[in-house]
């Protein structure tokens, strides 16, 4: 089982983003997935809780507004796109089932937001 996030990148302060995380080994469109965040020296957060059939329920009140969550179930994947960003986004981005995150934890993708 393997959850695979790609899409992020250095980008200036305003810029946009598209994260993809697909999952191997197992399949997702029974569950409500999440995307998270560690920012360096803070704890991991959750970003978005979407339901399985996409409907998003939940986003930090940080990028409310500017991220949008949206899966596609027949590809295995879930997407954040992420627009007006900030500094304060610079952090690595994973994905993972919500409200109890089950699966393994990848790598995640690292977005960094700086001029």
């Known amino acids: 089982v393997q959850l695979q996030a790609s899409g992020g990148g250095l980008v200036q302060p305003g810029g946009s983003l598209r994260l993809s995380c697909a999952a191997s080994?197992?399949?997702?469109?029974?569950?409500?997935m999440g995307w998270f965040r560690q920012a360096p020296g803070k704890k991991r957060e959750g970003v978005s809780c979407?339901?399985?059939?996409?409907?998003?329920?939940y986003y930090a009140e940080t990028v409310k507004g500017r991220f949008t969550a949206s899966r596609d179930n027949a590809k295995n994947t879930v997407y954040l796109q992420m627009n007006s960003l900030k500094s304060e986004d610079t952090a690595i981005y994973y994905c993972?089932?919500?409200?109890?995150?089950?699966?393994?934890w990848g790598q995640g993708t690292q977005v960094t937001v700086s001029s």
């Open positions: 993972n089932t919500r409200p109890n995150v089950i699966l393994p």
């Open positions: 979407m339901t399985s059939s996409g409907v998003v329920l």
């Open positions: 080994g197992f399949t997702l469109d029974r569950y409500a």
